[in-house]
């Protein structure tokens, strides 16, 4: 039989005390009381000391206190069941809200169902299924869950709210959106009151211009700070930056890239490489140090060249303008290769200007001189233009003891399909070049003065000679020649230094010391990484 009691606030504390008594005895909790209800209802069919509240439910435990608008009290067990417009105020911050509440006074744990709301000051927690623990201050999730503060908007099928430390751990499909960006990951760590997250696990950062993924980092939501870990990835626009670890201030535009760099620009097929990086968005450059490599790849033939400092310099639109190369400077061609102390490669018209005593090897010729312009059109030689200082010189095809050679003040030379056909000498030029039988008898030496000279070319061949003045010319008998007329002033033969493969690039001084091996080593991956042969 049903006992119904109509209760009023002011004896329901002494009902609940009678008829949670004998509980009192049993469990080591301090009992759940009942503090408003319009009606009461003992049941024993629900259980020893059991009854049901209806009408403006108001309980408290522990500093807590619930409302609902109806509720079943088991007082042996000190829980109770809570339904319709379920609030449980834990303190001045956090409330609880949902259409359904099991709460267990003894373990201090709440299970709230359906419309599920967590509020902590400015932050709330949204799901359909969500365990409370008020011992270790946490809240957990199993199906689909909401965050959202004035930040942010975080989702997960999984997640752990520290109410106390004020952080939320997010597992399996999670989404954090901003109006600055998306992230999207497996696991997150997100900090309340700083507004940062840390994640593990594969993770994409998406803006209106910038595209990031990393296996591991952290990320600033207010101040747009990232760190990147374990393959990083950064574009920006038309570029692309990746490395072991990598550090992006958007508010500053700066980014640091850390071990096996890499900056590639789509566009202009420019892949730079190095063990640091350094990027400036608004001052539109990014410059690569330690065995930096730079890569201009070309379907016929690609350049490599390498410096001490690689500097990309940025136009309006984001796009790589030019490339400049400081210090202990190399480069490889297949066709073509050279040194200098420093480079700068001009993009948008594909011109090369090396300075400060540049050498360049072409077939068996060896170029010298003060500064060297160098035109490429879609991949292929154009053009070359030296300017003081210029000395040219190739080892004789049949006795190579002697070095056909040409000095002037200034130099420009045409090619033709990759072959160098016309030279142009300004300026008092020198000559000196050796002549031989068609049956390879020697004919001697010839030694010529003239103010300019234009030299026509075939498979590396000299075919004619034109001199604007009538030369000053002298030829030696091959058992004539006099040893010191052998060579120019100012001969130098630098053979030794010339790369004779892509990766001896990173020698200098052509030393083949312990260090410049392990260069070499290092940079051997090159035709892997990007696919070159």
Known sequence: MIKKIHITSLFIVLISISILGNAQEQNTGKKIEIRQAVRGIY??????????????????????????DSAYLYGDKNSMDAFGHVHLQMNDTLHLYGDKLYYDGNTRIAKVKRKVRLEDKKLTLYTDDLIY????????????????DSANVLTSKRGFYYTDKKEVIFLDSVVLVNKEHTLKTDSLKYHTQLKT?????????EGDSTYMYAESGFHNTQTDFTRLKKNAFLQDKKNTLQADSLYYDKAQGVAEAYNHVQITDTVEHLVVRGGYANYRKKERFAYVVDHALAILIDKGDSLFIHADTLKILLDSTEKVDQLLAYQHMKFFRDDFQGMSDSMVYQLKDSTIYFYNE???W????????????????QGELDSVLFK????????DSIDPQYYNQIKGNTMVGWFIDNDLRKLNVKGNSETVYFLWEEDKTPIGMTRISAEDMVMFLKDNKLETVTYKKEPKAKLYPPAQIP????????????????????EDIFIWEGSESKKDEKLIEKNTEIQEIIGIK
């Open 388 to 395: 003081k200082n210029v000395f040219l010189i190739s080892q």
């Open 358 to 360: 540049p050498v360049i």
């Open 483 to 502: 040893p010191d007329q052998l060579k120019l002033n100012g001969f130098e033969w630098l053979i030794e230094r010339r790369p004779k493969k892509k």
């Open 43 to 68: 049941d024993k069919s629900l259980g020893e000391n059991a009854q049901r509240l209806i009408g403006d439910v108001v309980v408290e435990h522990e500093g807590s206190t619930l409302w609902c």
């Open 197 to 205: 997250v840390n994640f593990s696990g594969p993770t994409t950062i």
């Open 133 to 148: 623990n008020r011992n270790t201050k946490v809240g957990e999730y199993f199906v689909w869950g909401k965050v959202v």
């Open 362 to 377: 072409y077939e068996d010729n060896q170029f010298k001189s003060d500064e060297i312009q160098l035109v490429i059109r």
